[in-house]
């Protein structure tokens, strides 16, 4: 399977993430970040950026910065098309906005509908019910973060 991660699976990942518990699935991880299998979108760098506290985190973030992209042509066609469908309105969006704070969601599920790939959030996201509902509607498939991790361990 292909993955884009949303920020709160990258944190935790990078942040959180038990490294000397389960390094075997850590390392499975990393291959598949190294081999395109989970990617990230721009907009969810800018908003780890804002949000990392440890220093090999944002080292993680800038040897890896490959893994995240922009939205192309055909993306931005489909986000102008969940736009229209009013996909996000349940998000905080506006209120994200004024604060200036990057919003991925739109990005990413508009990468996963192109691409065929998971859209994996952490379950303690305080969004995660959200972006289930914005992926069900987008006819995206949704994963949390553990289950991902069960995915890529085997």
Same mark, same amino acid.
């Given at each position: ?22 390094? +075997? ?6 291959? !598949? ?5 989970? *990617? %990230?979108?721009? /907009?969810? $760098? ?49 209120? +994200? ?6 919003? !991925? ?5 508009? *990468? %996963?509908?192109? /691409?065929? $790939? ?37």
């Amino acid at each position: 399977m292909k993955y884009i991660f949303d920020d709160s699976a990258l944190f935790y990942m990078l942040e959180n993430f038990p490294i000397k518990a389960v390094s +075997e699935l850590y390392k499975k991880f990393i291959k !598949a970040c190294n081999e395109g299998d989970i *990617i %990230a979108d721009k /907009e969810t $760098r800018k908003r780890l950026e804002g949000l990392l506290e440890e220093a090999g985190s944002y080292t993680w973030l800038e040897e890896h910065k490959k893994m995240f992209r922009e939205i192309n042509q055909k993306e931005a066609e489909i986000l102008g098309e969940l736009v229209k469908k009013d996909v996000f309105k349940i998000l905080p969006l506006s209120m +994200e906005m004024l604060r200036n704070i990057p919003i !991925a969601v739109p990005f990413i599920v508009a *990468i %996963a509908k192109n /691409e065929n $790939r998971v859209v994996v959030v952490a379950k303690k996201s305080k969004d995660c019910e959200l972006v289930r509902k914005v992926c069900e509607s987008s006819e995206v498939t949704f994963m949390l973060l553990d289950d991902c991790l069960a995915d890529i361990g085997r």
